[in-house]
Nanobody, 130 residues
Framework: QVQLAESGGGSVQAGGSLRLSCAAS????????VGWFRQAPGKEREGIAV????????NYAEFVKGRFTISRDNAKNTVYLQMNSLQPDDTAVYYC???????????????????????WGQGTQVTVSS
């Protein structure tokens, strides 16, 4: 059974940093595409970043470019989201999602919906105070 588990969330002050981890288990091989999403209270879920299996292709939402970095370590079956210069607007529950059948390239899968088809973790809370 495929499972994704996010960790690394917490509370930080504006300008601080956090690194989220998404550990995958149950895949016979590394997931083709892994994405990070977030959902703030009263708002719709939004995509943050996506990474290909090799890690060679990444895409980011405009609002995190230059602040967040997605990376992966396939030997550890883990994808990371390094978040710098955090702001109160970044407060949300952060989720990772993965698929081995993107139906195209990873970016297409990533933007296909606010909740693309695949496996999802339970989320980790990030709270940024001013």
């Amino acid at each position: 059974q495929v499972q994704l588990a996010e960790s690394g969330g917490g509370s930080v002050q504006a300008g601080g940093s956090l690194r989220l981890s998404c550990a995958a288990s149950g895949y016979s091989s590394s997931a083709e595409c892994v994405g990070w999403f977030r959902q703030a209270p009263g708002k719709e879920r939004e995509g943050i970043a996506v990474i290909s299996r090799s890690g060679g292709i990444t895409n980011y939402a405009e609002f995190v470019k230059g602040r967040f970095t997605i990376s992966r370590d396939n030997a550890k079956n883990t994808v990371y989201l390094q978040m710098n210069s955090l702001q109160p607007d970044d407060t949300a529950v952060y989720y990772c999602a993965a698929t081995i059948f993107p139906g195209g390239d990873c970016y297409t899968w990533f933007v296909s919906s606010r909740r693309p088809t695949g496996n999802w973790g339970q989320g980790t809370q990030v709270t940024v105070s001013s």
